[in-house]
């Protein structure tokens, strides 16, 4: 099964940089758009993030031999709907989803006849619209792919391929590991780093202006993170409850714990957890997930 077509509902961050890594990488697959959002599809077609932005869903998908939704979560149930009557009898439907198992579920609803190969490229920024897509979003990032367990193996593999293809590594997983897996490495920070911002945000003693002024000693790596798309990660939260809510308990616990280290001056305690976890930080720029430089590469601040 090869792909010679693809069509993209949803030109935002993600959508807009799969069609402009499929016009990097693969010049010669054939690529459709269409996003709900009128200015949207207007940015698209002057930014080329596709050969053709249609005004409607079913004229994008029509006769496409692959469609990626890449709308949020919330989102992906009309989506899917809105493509049902257009599709292609032997089109791969995925998607490109922070959550999977609600997503999968929906899109089987919607699409019950459809061949469904949900996916999660772990890339991102916190930047949205088409205006922040780039083709090189994918390179070296992980696509964990969670096909049902009677999924075509074919299409499968197809979808595996078009991913390498565009720069990514490759990795199947059960959707409801992958939404575990994810709730500890990006929803649970995502959740973090939007409470820390907004409590400082909330002080009394401390002034917001000496807030942002003083940022540069850690705050202001959180308020990158916790400046992502709020529709997004409202429903990335309301989508995988579950396990955001099984490792937000094992969090709390671990806080508390440290909260009493710090109280009952237990140094060892400290020092062995920040130890370990300097370790970690190793580990992930050796696998190549970040900048070794010092301040992710920044270069021109003076971090404190
Ligand atoms: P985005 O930049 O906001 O783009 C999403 C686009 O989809 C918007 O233009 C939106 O229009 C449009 N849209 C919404 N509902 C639609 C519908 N029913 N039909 C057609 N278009 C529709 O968002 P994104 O960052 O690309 O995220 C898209 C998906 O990728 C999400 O599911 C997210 O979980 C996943 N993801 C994101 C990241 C990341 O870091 N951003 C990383 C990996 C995966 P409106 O603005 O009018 O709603």
């Known amino acids: 099964m090869s792909i010679e077509s693809v069509a993209i509902i949803g030109l935002g961050l993600l959508g807009g940089s799969i069609g402009l890594a499929v016009r990097e990488h693969c010049p010669s697959i054939a690529t459709t758009g269409y996003d709900r959002d009128p ?29 990626i939704l890449c709308v949020p979560v919330g989102a992906m ?99 409801a590991h992958h939404d575990l897996v994810l709730a500890v490495t990006s929803h649970i920070p995502h959740l973090i780093a939007y409470t820390i911002v907004g409590t400082a945000s909330d002080l009394e003693d401390v002034t917001r202006s000496e807030v942002i002024k003083y940022s540069a000693g850690g705050f202001r790596d959180f308020t990158r993170i916790a400046a992502s798309d709020p529709v997004m990660w409202r429903d990335v939260f309301l989508s995988n409850r579950d396990a955001v809510l099984e490792v937000l308990g094992r969090f709390t616990e671990d806080l508390t714990a440290l909260q009493r280290a710090i109280r009952s001056g237990d140094g060892d305690t400290l020092h062995d957890l920040f130890a370990r976890t300097r370790a970690i930080r190793r580990e992930v720029i050796e696998e190549g997930q970040d900048d070794r430089r010092p301040d992710f590469g920044r270069g021109d601040h003076v971090k404190s």
Do not use: Y
Request: net charge negative; aromatic share 4%; hydrophobic share 45%.
């Open 39 to 67: 200015d949207v599809r207007r940015r698209a077609r002057e930014l080329e993030l596709v050969q053709t932005v249609c005004d409607t869903p079913g004229e994008a998908v029509k006769g496409a031999d692959l469609v």
């Open 77 to 175: 149930a009309e989506a899917a709907g809105d493509i049902a009557g257009s599709l292609a009898a032997h089109a791969i439907v995925s998607d490109v989803g922070s959550s999977k198992q609600s997503v999968t579920t929906a899109l089987a609803r919607a699409l019950p006849n459809a061949t469904i190969i949900p996916a999660h490229p772990v890339a991102g920024t916190e930047q949205s619209g088409p205006e922040a897509g780039f083709a090189a979003l994918f390179a070296n990032r992980w696509c964990i792919l969670t096909p049902p367990e009677d999924a075509d193996r074919q299409a499968v593999a197809a979808l595996a391929e078009f991913w390498t293809a565009l720069g990514a590594r490759t990795q199947v997983m059960d959707a």
